[in-house]
């Protein structure tokens, strides 16, 4: 019942960001944006196998790294990497290629889009795919550096500042599921999955080129 409950209010959140990015004024939305900035914060995860310690249980703590994207109208893909950290450094990192849906909602003040759009919520959920290391990488990211790989998504909330239409500094949370396998492991042999959940927050700056 638990996991109806969950997947039914899953559901009914995607729905409702459906809806609401018909209901969305477009002359407030760029066309196209491309984007690209770093990131900076933490990461935590858990995962719901016993038998098999899940990547984010493994690797967690502060968190620094980098995302480039293109967003057209509400559509968005973006890859972003980031290089965890513990108390003996640089420890494991996490490379994740996400395709979802985005919202651009202006709270700023004034009568011009420009004005508005000086403040905006950034509601989002994505899916795709994500790659694990248990320590540091090596360029370029090969498989025998790979301990995780496997499907991942996330539900994200950003809200974010813009002194002008480049530039934007804001923070962002984000909550999602993952289901990984060992890089090393057959497929077929699921002592080597591992699913949970995820979360992170995190500080941003962003360079967006676009109309």
Do not use: C
Request: no cysteine.
């Amino acid at each position: 019942m638990r996991r109806r409950g969950a997947r039914a209010g899953g559901g009914a959140l995607v729905l409702g960001l459906l809806a609401s990015l018909v209901a969305a004024p477009r002359a407030e939305a760029r066309l196209i944006d491309l984007y690209a900035g770093p990131r900076a914060g933490g990461m935590i995860g858990w995962g719901s196998r016993s038998t098999t310690p899940d990547f984010f249980e493994k690797v967690r703590g502060a968190a620094l790294g980098a995302e480039v994207g293109i967003k057209v109208l509400v559509v968005n893909l973006s890859v972003d990497f980031f290089q965890m950290f513990d108390g003996n450094g640089r420890s494991g990192t996490l490379s994740q290629a996400l395709l979802g849906f985005e919202l651009d909602i202006p709270l700023g003040q004034g009568t011009r889009p420009e004005e508005r759009r000086k403040l905006l919520l950034r509601p989002g959920v994505g899916a795709g795919v994500g790659f694990g290391t248990p320590g540091p990488v090596h360029p370029p990211l090969s498989n025998d550096q790979i301990s995780d790989k496997g499907f991942i998504s996330q539900t994200r909330m950003a809200l974010e500042y813009n002194p002008n239409v480049l530039l934007g500094f804001g923070v962002e949370g984000a909550f999602g599921y993952h289901y990984f396998v060992g890089a090393q492991e057959v497929a077929n042999n699921v002592s080597g999955h591992s699913a949970g959940y995820q979360m992170s927050l995190l500080a941003t700056a962003t360079l967006h080129l676009g109309y």
